[in-house]
């Protein structure tokens, strides 16, 4: 048995994807389909055993009372093969875009430690989502100096969840890996809105009609050239796939291209897939409540990965782009086909 929190959102549905593809189907995700119901075509062709709800499943493994209903806990807790047969969690468990400080700290910091503690009472591996987030402004972003500083509640909920996972391993033959996450942009992310990469929201301001904006000169950056090391989310569940194939690698990994490229780049990209960017991209003043929090820069150090051998191919934003700028026209023209139908 295969657990994935956060398995009906973005990174968490390529992952059982990706899963699937390698022959994999008995799969308890762990999310809800989201306050409108959208995430579900994130699940619609996948094969999975069941879809439990977060509330519900943090009642099974602390042993409380779930908050839907104590019929729904007590038949969550009889399924033995649930609860004594788990092999590995991949945990992407999160917070709603317009998450309070509290709820920040719950998804990210106490629901971690939840599953954390029981995978180790249990003796199940476990493979977790981390942030770049914890770097803050760099310059430094290696996974082995212990140099981060987060300008995020959210980074700094990751960091301390990370220290926590390092300081509480009980076994030291059972995998513990933490992924720290950079820009992560591709198929399935559509119904995070304004939380969604700067990709999906360049490609959506395009097919309006409207100007992509970029960022006016900060801190030494000039307009536009603010930079991410942004990673296709099929080449981030491959990578969760081959950790699941080495049991060994455990630690906290750096999870980026190695390659930071700015958001001028990136516009350039997306606006050109439709043509001429002329015309529509245009700079904005930086905006006021940003300063002092904003990463103007981030770039994978990821030889962390590569002295495990992990020597997979991350694409760059020139393959990466064009390959989800098509599979968004392709996604709207099934939608627009379905509509046409209802």
């Known amino acids: 048995m295969i657990v994935v929190t956060g398995g009906a959102s973005f990174i968490g549905s390529n992952l059982v994807k990706e899963l699937n593809n390698r022959g994999f189907s008995n799969i308890v995700v762990v999310d809800d389909l989201g306050t409108d119901g959208a995430k579900f075509r994130n699940l619609a062709d996948c094969q999975i055993t069941d879809l439990i709800s977060p509330s519900e499943f943090r009642a099974a493994i602390c042993n409380k009372t779930s908050t839907i209903g104590t019929t729904e806990f007590r038949a ?23 998450a309070s400080g509290a709820d920040v700290m ?46 995020t509640p959210k980074g700094y909920c990751h960091l301390l969840f990370d220290q926590y996972a390092v300081k509480n391993k009980q076994n030291p033959s059972q995998q513990v890996t933490g992924l720290r996450l950079f820009n992560v942009y591709g198929p399935a992310e559509q119904y995070k809105g304004t939380k969604a990469s700067v990709v999906n929201q360049f490609y959506n301001k395009r097919m309006e009609f409207k100007a992509v904006e970029l960022f006016g000169e900060y801190a030494g950056y000039e307009a536009g050239q603010q930079k991410r090391d942004f990673v296709h989310v099929e080449d ?29 780049e990136v516009a350039t990209q997306v606006v050109g897939h439709f043509g001429s960017p002329e015309g529509y991209i ?31 191919v991350f694409r760059d934003i020139e393959k990466g782009i064009p390959e989800y700028m098509e599979w968004l026209d392709g996604t709207l023209f099934n939608h627009q086909k379905q509509a046409e139908k209802e």
């Open 76 to 98: 969550l807790s009889r399924n033995k093969q649930f609860l004594t047969q788990t092999r590995i969690v991949y945990h992407y468990g999160g917070a709603s875009a317009e």
């Open 282 to 312: 245009r700079n904005v003043q930086f905006p006021h409540h940003l300063k002092g929090s904003y990463q103007n820069t981030t770039c994978a150090d990821i030889s962390s990965l590569r002295c495990k051998n992990a020597r997979m």
């Open 236 to 264: 981030v569940a491959r990578l969760n796939c081959w950790f699941y194939d080495h049991p060994e690698a455990e630690g906290i990994y750096n999870v980026g291209t190695g390659k930071a490229r700015s958001f001028k």
């Open 106 to 151: 719950d998804a990210y910091f106490t629901y971690a430690k939840e599953v954390f503690n029981w995978c180790q009472v249990l003796k199940i591996r476990f493979i977790y989502a981390s942030s770049s987030a914890v770097y803050g402004a760099g310059p430094n972003f290696s996974d082995r100096d212990g140099k981060e500083a987060p300008l």
